[in-house]
């Protein structure tokens, strides 16, 4: 007999709410996490100016009314230090502590077809069984430090943004670097340009960044928001990606000039992410709609930053606005109009090497007290490549998405039988918590069946896995994203191997992929092979 009936890898958003759900199935769960706390991206993502740039009350979980009442947010969108709190908050309320084991890295999981089991081996050496294995990793979630000579040289402090000191770091009067402008970058280099000495921000890639528009949410507010919880959830279920927003159905290019100009002004200063998730509904299809609205950032770029020579390193020449991942930000442009800070564009300054002191480009070398990298993940499939998944007869989980992932619904892997992934490549990703509740929900659905039914194999067929696989790179097909390279399709350059274009994650909207699992579902899981 199996140690356990399921085994969770990870304590964040997804897997708490998993862990949650297959209690109520009755199971005997056990969660695996490798920090010594609930909350995943907000347990390891601490660095300053961490938040979420969904909106509050559509983050957070939906499935208890007693926490949509209890919960107060007290900003539009939270930072990360309450959002930590939430997930505590969520961790105790329901008592999920007692099934999760901190503290436990998985190194690897073994199917063992015998017993219709998996073995777990921990870092540690240790190993548990379960007959189901669900996969809670995070699709950014395996950190990537650059590839650049002499890193571990330097005697100062240095640390990546996802593996942030516990401890407050203080940049009061320090020379501090920042090396990447994404997301994470944006958030960080707002922040710290507040208090440093000297910041220095080291870019090879300039993003499009559009405002954020944060505010608090007073107690009448909240109460307020709470009133319309059900419509505000109704709203992120019908919207192409779970978010509050959702495309114009007018394309850029059957509106007069002036039309556009208004739209774009008013997402412009509207919250969130209105002008990437709710702009016309061909920018990012239609290369000349894409050329205008991409125009129409660079001009508020211009406006913004008052040195013109570093205007134009900010604004982005090799993709259009919305085909990468649209970073928010508060007086960021702001930030390079002061003397304190100075931004090094390393496509025409290359960094030759990390020296004891600080950094060394091919024209000086620069001393620092401390090193910020904000050089992101090994998206999607990075998390998964770095525990030693195998299947059946030993076949190796790396091995087999050599050429791109393949999967079923973006939840089962054909040769992998009782693993499913929460997150994982070819799902809907969007505004993540609501994706998870669904998919969550779903797998608990088929774990139920399988309960009932005396189920204790589940796998995808090939034809399944062929069906959803082609499904998802014809959805691409046409996509200006797609023609870019980003963590969004699968490009890393400082991972062996993640130098070529896939089509990492399913860009159909999130209704027509509910949609096609509750068919799946409701026809009794007969695409799946079940014994």
């Known amino acids: 007999m199996s140690d356990y009936d399921a085994i969770i890898i990870g304590a964040g958003i997804s897997g708490m709410y998993q862990l949650y759900r297959l209690r109520e199935l009755g199971l005997r769960v056990r969660v695996f996490e490798a920090g010594t706390g609930v909350g995943g991206t907000w347990y390891w993502n601490r ?28 900003e539009h969108f939270s930072g990360q230090p309450q959002t930590l709190r939430y997930l505590n908050y969520v961790a105790d309320k329901f008592d999920l502590r007692r099934d999760i084991q901190f503290k436990s890295r998985v190194s690897a999981a073994h199917y063992r077809e015998n017993s219709r089991s998996w073995l777990v081996t921990l870092e540690d050496g240790s190993c548990h069984t379960s007959r189901f294995l669900i996969t809670a990793i995070g699709p950014l979630s395996a950190p990537t430090m650059p590839k650049i000579d002499g890193v571990d040289s330097f005697k100062g402090q240095s640390c990546h943004t996802a593996r942030w000191p516990h401890e407050p770091v203080n940049f009061a009067g320090k020379r501090v670097a920042v ?23 080291f870019q090879r890639t300039p993003n499009w960044c559009v405002p954020l528009h944060n505010a608090e949410i007073s107690r009448e507010e909240m109460a307020e928001i709470r009133g319309h919880y059900p419509e505000i959830f109704a709203r992120c279920r019908e919207t192409f990606a ?42 990012l299809i239609d290369r000349k709609a894409n050329a205008l609205v991409s125009d129409f950032v660079a001009r508020k770029i211009r406006q913004r930053v008052k040195n013109q020579a570093v205007a134009e390193k900010l604004i982005p020449k090799n993709h259009g606005f919305g085909t990468r991942r649209v970073p928010l930000e508060t007086k960021y442009y702001e930030v390079y109009n002061q003397p304190n800070v100075e931004l090094v ?24 007290d401390i090193i910020i990298y904000a050089t992101g993940f090994d998206a999607i499939t990075g998390a998964f490549d ?22 079923y619904l973006g939840l089962m892997v054909e040769g992998f039988p009782n693993m499913m992934m929460q997150m994982g490549p070819h799902t809907a990703l969007g505004n993540i918590p609501r994706s998870i509740e669904y998919s969550v929900e779903w797998v608990a659905g088929l774990l139920r069946h399988a309960r009932d039914q005396h189920v204790t194999r589940i796998e995808a067929t090939p034809e ?34 993640k130098q070529t274009r896939i089509i990492a994650r399913y860009s159909g909207s999130a209704p027509a992929y509910r949609a096609r699992c509750d068919r799946v579902a409701a026809d009794g899981y007969r695409e799946l092979r079940l014994a």
């Open 47 to 74: 660095y300053p100016g961490a938040r979420f740039d969904s909106e509050s009350y559509s983050y957070g979980f939906s499935f208890s009314q007693e926490l949509l009442d209890e919960w107060h947010w007290t």
């Open 179 to 201: 090396i990447g402008t994404g997301a994470t970058g944006v958030q960080t280099i707002q922040e710290v340009a507040k208090t440093a000495g000297h910041l220095t921000v």
């Open 242 to 283: 779970c978010f509050l927003h959702t495309p114009d159905p007018r394309s850029a290019m059957e509106v007069t000039s002036e039309e556009r100009e208004a739209l774009w002004e008013k997402l412009y200063n509207n919250r969130g992410f209105g002008l990437w998730q709710g702009n016309f509904r061909d920018i």
């Open 345 to 368: 564009d390393i496509n025409q300054t290359p960094i030759e090497r990390i020296t004891s002191r600080g950094i060394k480009t091919n024209a000086v070398e620069r001393e620092f």
């Open 386 to 407: 770095r525990i030693d998944f195998r299947g059946v007869d030993g076949l190796k989980l790396r091995d087999k998405w050599q050429g791109g992932p393949q999967t």
């Open 464 to 497: 399944g896995v062929a069906s959803w696989t082609d499904h998802v790179k014809a959805l691409g097909v046409g996509l200006l994203s797609n023609e870019i390279d980003s963590w969004m399709t699968g490009i890393n350059r400082n991972v062996d191997g």
